[in-house]
């Protein structure tokens, strides 16, 4: 993330100095702004990314969205292997499944009783712990 900053900042201060020819009209002295703007969104999203077990639910924060799912709704809980790299990263929807992928390692799948999204995926650190921990609440 830092390399990238840092990389985007340079190229910023280089066209303010008139060395990429950016800067000469008023248009083109905030594109890279803007693409500095829209790359900081992107990283805070995804580093702001977490799977959170409350006293009724499970919840899934990829700012700036949420998703919980409540006990009740939750069928069973599963790991499943690691997620092919065309995946990409990102909140995900394939058919009724709704995927929160951060990585491509193994991940949770949550099957859901009722609602549109019957399996909702969640990439987290440590998904063996985190499958135990949503278990022992279920219970």
Not at 12 to 39: C, K, M, Q, V
Not at 70 to 89: A, K, L, N, Q, R
Not at 103 to 126: D, M, P, Q, Y
């Amino acid at each position: 993330m830092f390399a990238g900053l840092l990389l985007i900042l340079a190229f910023y201060i280089f066209s303010l100095t008139g060395l990429f020819g950016f800067g000469t009209d008023p248009e083109e002295r905030y594109a890279l702004p803007l693409i500095l703007l829209i790359y900081l969104a992107a990283m805070w999203s995804f580093f702001g990314m977490k799977f959170l077990i409350t006293s009724d639910s499970v919840v899934a924060v990829f700012p700036p969205f949420r998703y919980s799912i409540p006990f009740s709704d939750i069928s069973s809980v599963e790991i499943m292997d690691e997620f092919p790299w065309y995946i990409g990263w990102g909140v995900r929807i394939w058919g009724r499944k709704l995927i929160f992928v951060g990585k491509h390692t193994k991940a949770v799948a949550i099957r859901k009783e009722k609602g549109f999204f019957r399996t909702v995926v969640l990439v987290s650190e440590n998904p063996d712990e985190f499958k135990k921990r949503v278990e022992m609440t279920l219970k």
